[in-house]
């Protein structure tokens, strides 16, 4: 019997896929990065992951924290998913650095507040 994972598992999804993002990342410079196929894929399908999650949240969690910006998390896993061929590497390595880290926080005291 399939069992739909709850608001806590989403958010530790979200968590897991941002470590993974942060782990393959973390060698690399964009110009690497924009150069190694296998790693775009792996980025990105972690993206896709964080988007899915999020979309998944109910509401009421995701109005609970107004810091990360859900729309735009939720919009990015659209593009990749459906305008993959419109793919920026610049735009993917940008969200890493700077959306990232503080996600992580929000995600982290999300958790801890359940």
């Given at each position: 019997m399939y069992v739909r994972?709850?608001?806590?598992?989403r958010l530790l999804h979200i968590l897991e896929a941002i470590d993974r993002i942060?782990?393959?990342?973390?060698?690399?410079?964009?110009?690497?990065f924009s150069e190694n196929e296998?790693?775009?894929?792996?980025?990105?399908?972690?993206?896709?992951?964080i988007g899915e999650a999020a979309y998944q949240l109910p509401e009421e969690v995701r109005a609970s924290n107004r810091i990360i910006e859900w729309r735009k998390v939720?919009?990015?896993?659209h593009i990749l998913v459906h305008d993959y061929?419109?793919?920026?590497?610049?735009?993917?390595?940008?969200?890493?650095?700077?959306?990232?880290?503080?996600?992580?926080l929000e995600i982290v005291q999300m958790l801890e507040e359940e």
């Open positions: 994972p709850s608001s806590n598992d942060m782990r393959f990342q973390e060698n690399l410079t964009y110009e690497a296998m790693a775009q894929f792996a980025i990105i399908k972690n993206f896709e992951i939720i919009a990015f896993r061929y419109k793919v920026n590497t610049r735009i993917v390595w940008n969200a890493i650095e700077s959306k990232l880290p503080d996600m992580k």
